[in-house]
């Protein structure tokens, strides 16, 4: 990454945010309350977050070619780094539409709603509205995270010098409630663990609400529990390979966390998002409508709905659509931020009579 590249991203950003915006306390606050902007700006080592952390300064210098307003907006919105994050990607909107000459008015008012505006495709009007699309139950996750950063953090002050794989698999929904009751779990575990002297483990503690297991670490062990995938969280301490009698060896601690949501799961809160913004402009006086809504793929950040959107539910989408009684286009803007490069798809449904917007909308360039 060129240098011109990091100061750039460093002068924008401070700029507009100023220094005080960055110094902010990150851990133990939830996926969907930590500043995106903190995550990618600590996540400086991966080329993919410097690739993004330029993309927004690049808004940020284009909301400054717009009226006062729009630059003013970011400046007000710094505070609320959800709505902060949606207002981007309304900018990220406005300026695809302006690079690819389709014509639009920003920020109107009809009565006394705002709305992301109207742009002009094939001489006809569309009202046009943004919004970012999340992966659902990234609550789920926040407690699983909490629970290996906790395992991690614990057991780097353990005394026993020992190998071990401890698994956890929840019978109900993980919550809050449910992540103290197994953080005392493994304080249990790991007070008995330090007070008494084992050449050996073999622990379960099991409830209506899971389990927590303890076995000896091995290679072929490890294997296994990650090949099968039963679990929620593993957490593991690996022996160091060569022991010395009377010298402590180097112990390694790692793990990881199992996360998934059905296809039919992703869809359903799909046409959830759908129906919210159906509803919010069904006063409006234009009939015809497009939504964009983005799908920003960044593993470090809160993550968009589809990871991958795959044909079979391309089609289910499309069929929902033809069957539905409303006449709007739905533009799914996936971003992926791999490496060096930013992969962009548009993923356009419509109704056939709407055919011609879907060709239009397909050959937007970036």
């Known amino acids: 990454m060129k240098r011109e590249t990091i100061e750039r991203i460093y002068s924008v950003l401070t700029e ?4 005080k915006f960055f110094n902010i306390q990150q851990i133990g ?19 993919g977050s410097i690739v993004l952390l330029a993309d927004y300064a690049d808004l940020i210098l284009y909301a400054k070619s ?8 970011l400046k007000e919105l710094r505070q609320n780094p959800d709505s902060l994050r949606s207002y981007f990607f309304e900018l990220y909107t406005f300026r695809l539409l302006d690079n690819n000459n389709i014509s639009n008015e ?13 742009c ?13 699309i ?16 906790f395992l991690l953090q614990r057991f780097s002050k353990m005394k026993a010098g020992l190998g071990f794989i401890l698994s956890i698999k929840f019978k109900t929904k993980p919550d809050n409630s449910l992540k103290y009751k197994f953080m005392q779990r493994i304080d249990v575990f790991y007070n008995g663990l330090n007070s008494k002297s084992f050449s050996s483990i073999n622990y379960l503690d099991e409830d209506e609400f899971g389990y927590l297991r303890v076995i000896d670490y091995s290679v072929e062990s490890l294997l296994e529990i990650k090949t099968d995938e039963n679990y929620d969280i593993l957490f593991y301490v690996i022996p160091p390979s060569v022991t010395t009698p009377g010298v402590k060896g180097f112990y390694r601690a790692s793990g990881n966390v199992t996360f998934s949501v059905s296809s039919s799961t992703l869809i359903e809160s799909l046409f959830t998002k759908i129906a919210e913004k159906r509803k919010q402009t069904q006063n409006s006086s234009f009939k015809r409508k497009i939504f964009f809504f983005d799908n920003e793929i960044f593993e470090e950040t809160r993550m968009g709905m589809f990871q991958n959107l795959y044909e079979e539910e391309k089609d289910i989408i499309q069929t929902r659509i033809n069957e539905s009684k409303f006449n709007d286009i739905l533009c799914i803007v996936s971003r992926h ?4 490069l930013i992969q962009t798809e548009f993923h356009i449904f419509c109704k056939e009579e709407d055919a011609y917007v879907r ?8």
């Open 16 to 19: 507009t945010f100023g220094t």
């Open 29 to 47: 606050v939830s996926l969907t309350s930590k500043n995106w902007l903190h995550q990618l700006l600590a996540n400086k080592e991966k080329i």
């Open 66 to 73: 717009l009226a006062p307003q729009y630059y003013n907006q």
């Open 106 to 118: 920003k920020k109107i008012i009809e009565g006394n709603q705002e709305r992301e505006g109207v």
């Open 120 to 132: 002009a495709i094939g001489g006809i009007e569309y009202l046009f509205e943004c919004r970012k």
């Open 134 to 149: 999340y992966i659902p139950n990234i609550q789920v996750l926040d407690v699983k995270k909490d629970l290996l950063a």
């Open 337 to 340: 931020y791999k490496d060096n």
């Open 359 to 366: 060709e239009e909308l397909a050959r937007l360039k970036i």
